[in-house]
């Protein structure tokens, strides 16, 4: 079955980096964009960022662009996010997805919270 | 990129309808139907309900469909049940080829 795993939060210190990744199992991951959604404690869904199905492609959105970096290694059938200069409004549970077609986001993961606190 | 305007919570007793709304621009809602909706239990990860505007996926219930006229993309729930009670986001593709998430609208069922 189709899952996806985010691993790699925790704490860091603002200003600091910290890079994320999300395994990704039951599908052929080259063959799917993939996206990073994150959700502050309590608030809504924001979205991050996006990569095509071979990584050509980024887009980010204006909060991270030039300090998150998405990348995929499809021979470890892996998403990552390289987050740098991190800001206490950066904490959040951070969420990959699998891109079903045009942002359709079928299957996520379960999570991994990011907490920049000095 | 400002987030699509929802409403913040919406009610209803089971058995009825509700519909909650989610706003954007011409540049999102109003220019693709790439309109998606999600569900999100507390806990939980995001579910798909909705994709491009009026599609269900395999194995969401047929009570739930989306509409959108302009700016404005719609999902209603008919026939409320208490497992509805959950917070619905919107997300729609934009003209900068990223995506925008509603604010959230937290669904009580009385």
């Known amino acids: 079955q189709v899952q996806v795993v985010e691993s790699g939060g925790g704490v860091v210190q603002p200003g600091r980096s910290l890079r994320l990744s999300c395994a990704a199992s039951?599908?052929?991951?080259?063959?799917?964009?993939m996206h990073w959604v994150r959700q502050a404690p309590g608030k809504g869904l924001e979205w991050v960022a996006v990569?095509?199905?071979?990584?050509?492609?980024?887009y980010y959105a204006d909060s991270v662009k030039g300090r998150f970096t998405i990348s995929r290694d499809t021979s470890k059938n892996t998403l990552y996010v390289q987050m740098n200069s991190l800001r206490g409004e950066d904490t959040a549970v951070y969420y990959c997805?699998?891109?079903?077609?045009?942002?359709?986001?079928?299957?996520w993961g379960q999570g991994t919270l990011v907490t920049v606190s000095s | 990129q400002s987030a699509l305007t929802q409403p913040a919570s919406v009610s209803g007793s089971p058995g009825q309808s509700i519909t909650i709304s989610c706003t954007g621009t011409?540049?999102?809602?109003?220019?693709?139907?790439?309109v998606s909706w999600y569900q999100q239990h507390p806990g939980k990860a995001p579910k798909l309900m909705i994709f491009?505007?009026?599609y269900r996926p395999s194995g969401v219930s047929n009570r739930f469909s989306g509409s959108k006229s302009g700016n404005t993309a719609s999902l209603t729930i008919s026939g409320l049940q208490a497992e509805d009670e959950a917070d619905y986001y919107c997300?729609?593709?934009?003209?900068?080829?990223?995506?925008?998430f509603g604010g959230g609208t937290k669904l009580t069922v009385l």
């Open positions: 997805a699998r891109d079903e077609s045009l942002g359709i986001l079928g299957y």
């Open positions: 011409s540049s999102d809602v109003g220019g693709y139907n790439y």
């Open positions: 990569i095509s199905y071979d990584g050509s492609n980024k």
């Open positions: 997300s729609s593709y934009t003209s900068s080829n990223t995506w925008v």
């Open positions: 491009d505007v009026t």
């Open positions: 039951g599908f052929t991951f080259s063959s799917y964009a």
